[in-house]
């Protein structure tokens, strides 16, 4: 791999990865004073078996393993990789929701944007950036929802192909009008309006929120709004529409008010 490419030129490497030659300005010298073979960090490893290490460090909460892998891709001319894969770490192996996505964009803006990547400021990003996900907590979740709703679809395709109930669904089932997601089909949706759900139907089912309901100021601002509104809503009404939504059946809420 010639060393005069462009930093973001996309090639194959060996193993079929897509890849992207190191930094230009990197050292062409590993720390023995060899030559660096495609694809090599300064130290002597392969970059592939370091990006690998990193990931596997963020999930098991290895802090130190991930701050020398993180550091040794960003001295080496590799930081496009490292920044790339901390990313993607955000949505594969991370809770949802949390806040170390912006520690990491950040952390990669000042040292792509303001400082070099593989200098002294740019290292200290890496491994900030590093240690956040390494510390946040660790999950597949994402990852595995993705791959059981696609089998899910095989499954639900093969059996209609055989004309046969399948043998698992989407937690959604067939999403009709009176089923357990009735309260789905308000006068926003197509099928809602048919039946005729207008406002009353959207506030005292479709509005409604769980599991805690709404907060006092909140709901006092629903109570008064339905009590001033043109349709007159019963206490039975407007006492369901701000009251949470019972956690034993979020869903299957009876068509009428009690």
């Not at 460090?57 to 901390?86: I, K, M, P, Q």
């Amino acid at each position: 791999m010639s060393e005069d490419r462009t930093p973001r030129q996309a090639t194959f490497g060996s193993d079929g990865e897509l890849d992207t030659a190191r930094d230009p300005e990197a050292s062409t010298e590993n720390d023995f004073g060899e030559p660096k073979e495609a694809n090599e960090t300064d130290g002597g490893y392969n970059r592939y078996a370091v990006s690998s290490l990193l990931q596997k460090a963020v999930r098991r909460s290895d802090e130190e393993v991930a701050a020398w892998a993180a550091w040794e891709l960003a001295r080496s001319g590799y930081a496009w990789n490292l920044w790339d894969r901390l990313n993607l770490y955000v949505v594969e192996d991370l809770q949802a929701g949390h806040e170390v996505a912006l520690t990491i964009e950040r952390y990669e803006q000042l040292a792509t944007e303001r400082w070099d990547e593989a200098g002294w400021k740019g290292r200290l990003c890496a491994i900030h950036a590093a240690l956040a996900a390494a510390r946040a907590t660790s999950t597949r979740e994402a990852a595995n929802a993705d791959e059981y709703f696609r089998k899910v679809a095989d499954v639900r395709a093969d059996a209609r192909q055989a004309g046969e109930e399948p043998a698992v669904d989407f937690p959604a089932g067939d999403l009709e009008p009176g089923g357990e997601f009735d309260a789905i089909f308000d006068g926003h949706t197509g099928a809602g309006s048919r039946l005729g759900r207008g406002k009353r139907f959207f506030k005292t089912r479709g509005a409604r929120v769980g599991p805690d309901g709404e907060d006092d100021q909140s709901a006092r601002w629903q109570r008064l709004s339905m009590a001033l509104d043109e349709i007159e809503f019963s206490e039975a009404e407007i006492s369901h529409a701000t009251d949470p939504v019972d956690t034993e059946s979020t869903w299957d809420e009876p068509d009428k008010i009690e």
